[in-house]
Nanobody
Framework: QVQLVESGGGLVQPGGSLRLSCAAS????????MGWYRQAPGKQRELVAT???????NGADSVKGRFTISRDNTKNTVYLQMNSLKPEDTAVYYC???????????WGQGTQVTVSS
């Protein structure tokens, strides 16, 4: 069983930056894609950004130009660099890993990001 542990969340002022980390218990290269999702109170979970095992990235329109997803296979860690944060970015951010081979999906416990002045 794969375990994903998020960290790096916290309170930041609008316009500030945070870097979230998702550390996996195994090699993240074994997953076809990993991603970051977020869920705000009373809202549906939404996709923030994804990255494939080959490094191809995709992001939601709402965060493009501000957020960058990356991965470090040597550290089995996926990152989400968040710049120019807005209050509407406030949410619990979850790390996700997906394997096409097994159709398995794994989730971290989430890390809270609060953007407020």
């Amino acid at each position: 069983q794969v375990q994903l542990v998020e960290s790096g969340g916290g309170l930041v002022q609008p316009g500030g930056s945070l870097r979230l980390s998702c550390a996996a218990s195994g090699s993240i290269f074994s997953f076809n894609a990993m991603g970051w999702y977020r869920q705000a109170p009373g809202k549906q979970r939404e996709l923030v950004a994804t990255i494939t095992s080959t490094g191809t990235t995709n992001g939601a329109d709402s965060v493009k130009g501000r957020f960058t997803i990356s991965r470090d296979n040597t550290k089995n860690t996926v990152y989400l660099q968040m710049n120019s944060l807005k209050p509407e970015d406030t949410a619990v951010y979850y790390c996700n890993a997906h394997s096409n081979a097994t159709e398995e999906e794994f989730w971290g416990q989430g890390t809270q990001v609060t953007v407020s002045s």
